[in-house]
């Protein structure tokens, strides 16, 4: 890639690295970006086959292996397409004998770095979801955050679950009623009270956790 963009670099015998000029670094990191190429992955159970160290703690143990669990989930994050680096956050509460009335719920972030000119989509991204909460033992997916490099929620387009409705839509669908109950308003106010005469204001307070059906039974005779 880089003799096809005409790049100067040199192959370090010791280690292979990569060598560029200093000044062009940035940007060079931008060509490659675009071009799609995958950052170094991040470690993940291999790094458990390391030597443990002698008198090692419980609690250092747990990190590893949360440590060693983000960079496999982060692994099968970057292999999507639209995808160049992944990081996995994992809040995971410490495991108590003693029963608490609200005992704290795991929870994940997901910080994703989308190559330019791609996207992911709320199907993707919900795959993404779906995927850290089926790693840990009692993670709900709606306790899993995904954010990609600028900042934006993106999981707010996606859908958890069957029937529920993520606060992102919830609000757009809010948005809709109210302006299409002012137009109907509107429509009813201008013959009788003119044009400018008045002024609608609707605030819609919605119930998204009712839902109605309709059915209808037929009998046999």
């Known amino acids: 890639m880089l003799d096809e963009e005409a790049i100067r670099y040199q192959l370090s015998q010791d280690d292979g690295q990569i060598l560029v000029p200093e000044r062009d670094v940035a940007k060079i990191r931008m060509v490659l970006a675009s071009k799609g190429l995958k950052e170094q992955l991040p470690s993940g159970f291999d790094s458990l086959d390391s030597s443990k160290g002698l008198g090692e703690s419980q609690f250092m143990e747990n990190a590893r292996y949360r440590h060693a669990l983000e960079g496999e989930l982060a692994r099968s994050i970057t292999t999507m397409s639209a995808v160049s680096l992944a990081r996995v956050h994992l809040a995971i509460p410490k495991e108590s004998l003693f029963m608490r009335e609200e005992a704290e719920q795991p929870r994940a972030s997901v910080i994703v770095h989308i190559i330019n000119g791609m996207d992911l989509k709320p199907t993707q991204v919900e795959s993404v979801i779906n995927l850290v909460s089926g790693a840990v033992i009692g993670l709900k997916s709606e306790h899993v955050r995904v954010v990609d490099q600028h ?7 996606a859908t958890v679950g069957d029937i529920t409705v993520t606060s992102g839509k919830q609000t757009d669908y809010k948005r ?5 109950l002012v137009a109907q308003a509107t429509d009813m106010l201008t013959p009788i009270l003119g044009v400018s005469n008045f002024r609608v ?3 819609s307070d919605i119930d998204f956790s ?3 059906e309709t059915e209808e039974i037929y009998a046999d005779l």
Do not use: P
């Not at 809709?176 to 299409?180: F, I, M, P, Q």
């Open 151 to 157: 900042g934006r929620l993106l999981s707010n387009d």
């Open 176 to 180: 809709n009623v109210e302006r299409t």
């Open 210 to 212: 009712k839902i109605e």
């Open 201 to 203: 204001q609707i605030a």
